[in-house]
C-alpha cells in the first residue's frame, strides 16, 4: 500500500458495497438523497487535484460523498456539515469502518461555519428539501421556501467570497447559489455534476 493511501478496510468499490456498510432504513434513500460513489469520485477528481485542500460538503447527509472522496483521493481532507444527528451518527460509524482518518462530520447548520476555512465545495441541492412537493428525508429539520430562499442567497454571498481559484461542485443543483463570478469548467453523469472555478 501506498505511503499517501489510508489504511482502508475493504475499500467499496461500488454503490451497492458501500451502501451495504449503512442501516437499512439509510440504504432505503440512497437513489434520491445520497451521492452516487461515481460521482464523489468524479466530484473528488475535480476539487482534489491539488494535495493538502480543504473540502466541504454543504448538507452531508450520512456522508456518502465525503467517505467516497477520501478512498478516491486521499491526499485532502474532507469536512461534512449536517443538521441530523442521526445522519452524522450513521456518517461517522462508517468512516470508522472504513479508518478514514482525512474526513470529519459537523453535527449543525452550514450558516454557522467560516467558509475561509475550507478551499473546495461540494453541493448536492441540500437545500431542495425545503419545496413543497419534493420527498424529505424525515420530518426532524424546519422546511420552508422562505428556508431555501435564504440558504440560497447565504451560500451565494459565501461563495461570492471566497478568492479566484476556488473549485465549486455542483449535483442536481438549480444554480441559483452560484455567484456569476464562477465559470464551468467542466461536467460529467448527463451534466447533471458541474465543476466551477471562480475567476
Partial sequence: MSADKPNIINQPRS?????????????????????????????????????????????????????????????????????????????????????????????????????????HFYFFNSFYENLRGTEKIDDSIEYSTELFDYYNRYLFKQLEEKPAGTRLATFHSVEDEVPKGYLVVGSAVSNLLKFWVKV
Fill in 15 to 119: 454503490d451497492y458495497e458501500l451502501n451495504q456498510l449503512y442501516h437499512q432504513s439509510i440504504q432505503a434513500l440512497a437513489s434520491k438523497h445520497w451521492t452516487p460513489l461515481l460521482v464523489a469520485k468524479k466530484a473528488a477528481e475535480f476539487l482534489a487535484a491539488e494535495k493538502n485542500v480543504r473540502i466541504l460538503d454543504i448538507g452531508s447527509g450520512v456522508g456518502k460523498f465525503c467517505l467516497g472522496a477520501a478512498c478516491h483521493r486521499p491526499h485532502a481532507t474532507y469536512v461534512g456539515i449536517e443538521q441530523r444527528k442521526e445522519l452524522i451518527n450513521h456518517a461517522e460509524a462508517t468512516r470508522q469502518l472504513l479508518q478514514l482518518e482525512n474526513v470529519s462530520f459537523i453535527h449543525g447548520n452550514f450558516i454557522q461555519v467560516d467558509f475561509t476555512h475550507y478551499d
